[in-house]
């Protein structure tokens, strides 16, 4: 029988009312230029369905899979960071690629389409919290630690997708390329292949976990460097021993599961098997029994026999339409007071028929476009991604 044991206590963070309020240290806006129409219309589905008829061809819409159902309903594709990017790229005939999904998706979305295309971000205030933690001049400044303690020559910088279109190319100036959850190993190898040392950033918890857990690489490898204390908090010693230096980064969604959630869920669930995101922390992947970003997650449920138990450590939305589409199986999610991604659940129904409408009626809004230089640098990172060997499956 499906169920979901533990539904997540609300979050205490209130989210900003639809459309309105302003949030200045963040890399997304806020304001919202039109008249949304009210939640409460009970034609949004028949709006939705009827300005995305009238768009037609002209219009793709791209769903990731933390989005809620009420948008994911009109998705032409769904996927994880790494897929979406790939079919942004891979269908040049639409006008409009309208990404539900948040700011860092868009941007590469932008990066990797054609000039007759255009991004468009339902709501500007759909942003990520850990790309926030990595602004471009910090990054820079991180460089030049590098730099004084002679080792600039030597790292590659690998950056995940969940970063600025500024931080992605600084990655291409700098020799390196951007990873998905879907192909982190990948990319890590191909870096240590061209250099000693890598400065992956900003999820510390995505780097170490493939580093020490995939590519045999040591604990004692890895130094954080946190980019509010000069040279990173580290000596020059400690970067220069480093194999990896993780920028203290991390997931406010996935940070939150513990060691401990995976020992009570085996308590409370005979035979569950755990799945967990590797933007979770290390102590709990190695507790885990799977790890994968949200496509290898549906993938490994998907092929999963009919009553098999699973404790899912992703975030709300996916865990729940897993739920309803897997009845035969045991869905719980892995801890109770870990909520939603609330920027991802910015984007919703009134949003999408804002943008939707919009657009059928000739008024193009909330385009996401990155300055030609930017895009030029981090095309070329996004393009060392997109040409190592795809994403490998790996269980535990
Ligand atoms: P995926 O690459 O697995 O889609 O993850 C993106 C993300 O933001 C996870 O928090
Ligand atoms: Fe960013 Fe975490 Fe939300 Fe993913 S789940 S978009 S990493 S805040």
Redo the contacts with the bound molecule.
Sequence with gaps: MTELLHEPKPTPLALLLLGQGADPDSERGVECPGALPPASDPDLVDRAARARAALGDRAFILG???QRNEVIQFADVT??????AQQAAANPQAEFIVFCG?HF?AESADILTASHQQVVLPDLAAG?S?ADMADIAQVESCWASLEQAGIADVTVPITY??STAAIKAFTGRHGGAIC???NARQSLQWALEQGQKVLFLPDQHLGRNTAVRDLGLGLADCVVYDPRRPLGGLTEAELQRATMILWKGH?S??GRFSPGNVDDVRRRVPGVQVIV?P?CQYEVVEKADVV??????IATIAQAPAGSSWAVG??LNLVRRLAQDHPDQTIVYLDDTVCF?ST?NRIDLPHLVWALESLAAGNVVNRIQVDADTAHWARIALDRMLSLPGPAAKAD
């Design positions: 990731h899979h933390y996927g994880d960071s790494f897929k979406l948040v998706m990520c850990m997708m969940n998905t959850s879907s997931c969604v996935h995101h933007e994968g970003s949200t496509e290898r997650i992703t975030e991604c991802m």
